[in-house]
């Protein structure tokens, strides 16, 4: 096994040095440059690498476009109206494939909510809907037979199903006592696992046995557990991700007839999160990891593919590689580069040429030399767990005593914050500021143990790890003390405000923006109240009374805010209603201390998608920051 990352070990160290002044002054970059959409957010290879996918974002939307590889001639595009965004493409087919379409109210929307799928030709032709209505995953293309795919439907129970890519008809092939669930099948189709829930939050592991469902391990959410991730071309043997105790997930080979495990990559600092398949499906060839800076482990080094990928991933060693596919007979692969300045452009390799050829830039007006870098970072927590996060400098000033942005991500169990281009960081780090993105208890990637340390601690020692990463940034000298502000989304703007709750005296200011403040009014009227599976999260994750979950809400110690308070939302909001925002203005105005600053966009949902509706919001939030820490040389 071979480790190899995006910089060199020596690199790492002298970045988290933190250098006192940076090569380049990064001049005052237009804040349209920031927020408008990336010319493209997503490219997709046909099996043959004769034809790509483009997927671009236009306005509320995000449109397909097909062309061919040879002579980049567009074949067709397809759109589907107002809101709707193409998440995803799966080739069925060597010209072939299936679109999955989300509506999405809200720029934090999860991809492929209420989602449906479209089949359809490269060149436009034979477009039909699958599914009328219902979601299907796709198990198993079989490259064997190009006219059907299986596919699983996880709600209300768990189906597998051999679905007609050209007519839409399903024909059942097997279930599982599972809601919702989804399938694991060999190389010849034939059902082997089962991995899901049964309408709460424990997931279950079923082995196929003489054609019963025999149940090989449980796990309450948050815990240790043993997830079959996919089997070998034989059905000989199965790849697992296992974890005892909540660690970050060991990789193993498991043998199907003996159960015997063969420990592929040990456990890591967090969870992987990608597998890179060999062109032939046979075997997992290396995992991803995002410890700090993303990086691969390979399984097996001595594969031809490997080392076409190692070499691929060498050719850029200050930058991030991250694989889309190969083709089926291993010549052409599709790749991107990235990094914390750059947001990223997409190549196609040719293994007999030995050639790379650029396809697309993502956002080509961004200049990455103006970009601010993140460096990893960790700290110790006041009662010693390590908490990983990023810390963004601005360019050009000395990395001392600077105005600090707290900035927690949405979430919050699951999502983490990675490294890689940031258009709000990189706004708020030109406009000055230094910006603190901590990777709290009950963030995911790190193990299961370490999200359950976050439930039921939402406003406590999830909290507690933002404030002791502000003192770390003070005590390092990064950060001015004086001159702190807590700024975040949905469970970030919850975060903002309860931190100046938790501690009235470190902040001069917070920015909620769809954030929730009443944790009671978020178990009513939220969408993920609306299902029988969110209600059991809400359940697990929440102080189990009324009078903790009070405590835990901004809404309900308004005493103890200090600062002046700016409070972003969506009127169309349904993960976070709107009636968060207006219980809190409510409650602030009741004591006398109404909100400096509100938005409320009335036709925006869980995040802003609206160009013109981002460019006022953080135009004001520039004003509102520079009003309350003080001008810097680019927020005068």
């Not at 809101?83 to 069925?92: E, G, L």
Request: proline letters at 6%; a neutral charge.
């Amino acid at each position: 096994m071979i480790r190899i990352s995006v910089k060199s070990l020596a690199a790492v160290l002298l970045g988290l040095l933190l250098p006192l002044v940076t090569a380049i002054a990064a001049p005052r970059i237009p804040i349209g440059d920031f927020f408008k959409d990336p010319e493209f957010t997503g490219v997709s290879m046909s099996p043959t690498g004769e034809y790509i996918t483009v997927a671009t974002p236009v306005n509320n939307r995000t449109v397909l476009a097909s062309f061919r590889v040879a002579d980049m001639k567009k074949m067709a595009g397809w759109e589907f109206g107002d809101r709707s965004h193409v998440d995803r493409v799966v080739w069925v087919g060597d010209d072939r494939f299936i679109m999955y379409v989300s509506y999405k109210e809200g720029r934090y929307d999860l991809e492929g909510q209420g989602g449906v799928a479209f089949a359809a030709n490269v060149d436009g032709s034979q477009r039909i809907e699958i599914g009328n209505g219902i979601y299907y995953n796709i198990v198993d293309t079989t490259p064997d037979d190009p006219k059907t795919i299986l596919v699983e439907r996880s709600a209300p129970d768990a189906f597998l199903s051999k679905l007609n890519v050209y007519t839409g008809n399903v024909v059942p092939v097997a279930t599982a006592p599972l809601r919702p669930g989804r399938f694991l099948v060999d190389g010849s189709q034939n059902v082997r696992f089962a991995v899901g829930n049964k309408d709460g939050t424990r997931t279950y592991t079923l082995k196929r046995e003489n054609g019963t469902w025999k149940e090989i391990a449980s796990s309450e959410m948050g815990e240790g557990a043993a997830t079959p991730v996919r089997l070998t071309a034989d059905g000989q043997h199965a790849y697992f991700l296992i974890s005892d105790k909540g660690e970050p997930d060991r990789v193993v080979l498991r043998n199907m007839a003996d159960g015997k495990d063969e420990v592929l990559i040990p456990s890591q600092t967090v969870d992987p999160d990608g597998f890179v398949r060999s062109a032939d499906r046979k075997e997992i060839l290396m995992a991803h990891y995002s410890d700090g800076l993303p990086e691969y482990k390979f399984i097996n080094k001595n594969h031809p593919e490997s080392k076409t990928y190692a070499s691929l991933i060498n050719s850029f060693p200050d930058k991030a590689v991250s694989f889309g596919g190969i083709s089926r007979d291993g010549r052409r692969v599709l790749f991107t580069t990235y990094s914390d300045t750059d947001p990223g452009s997409y190549y196609l390799f040719d293994r007999d040429t030995g050639k790379a050829t650029f396809l697309l830039s993502s956002m080509e007006w961004i200049r990455p030399e103006t970009m601010a870098e993140s460096t990893p970072i960790s700290y110790k927590a006041r009662d010693g767990e390590i908490i990983h996060g990023y810390l963004t400098m601005p360019r050009g000033v000395e990395h001392r005593n600077l105005p600090l942005i707290m900035h927690p991500h949405g979430g919050p169990h699951g999502p983490r914050d990675n490294w890689g281009f940031d258009p709000e960081v990189q706004y708020l780090a030109n406009l000055g500021y230094a910006v603190l993105q901590p990777n709290f208890r009950g963030s995911g990637g790190y193990g299961n143990a370490f999200e359950r340390k976050g439930y039921r601690q939402w406003g406590l020692k999830m909290i507690d790890d933002m404030t002791d990463g502000v003192r770390w940034a003070v005590a390092q000298g990064f950060a001015d003390p004086k001159r702190v502000c807590s700024y975040g989304a949905s469970y970030g703007g919850y975060a903002a405000l309860q931190s100046v709750v938790r501690e009235p005296d470190m902040y001069k200011c917070a920015i909620g923006y769809v954030g929730v403040y009443n944790m009671d009014l978020w178990l009513q009227d939220s969408d993920v109240a609306d299902r029988k599976a969110g209600r059991a999260y809400q359940r697990r994750v929440f102080p189990e009374d009324r009078a903790s979950r009070n405590a835990q809400s901004a809404g309900y110690n308004i005493d103890r805010i200090k600062v002046p308070v700016m409070l972003v939302h969506g009127f169309e909001d349904k993960r976070v209603p709107v009636s968060q925002y207006e219980f809190l203005k409510k409650e602030l105005e009741k004591a006398g201390k109404p909100a400096e600053v509100t938005i409320v966009e009335r036709k925006e949902g869980h995040g802003f998608y609206a160009y013109d509706a981002q460019i006022n919001l953080y135009t004001k939030m520039a004003a509102f920051l520079r009003k309350h820490l003080g001008a810097t040389a680019s927020n005068p």
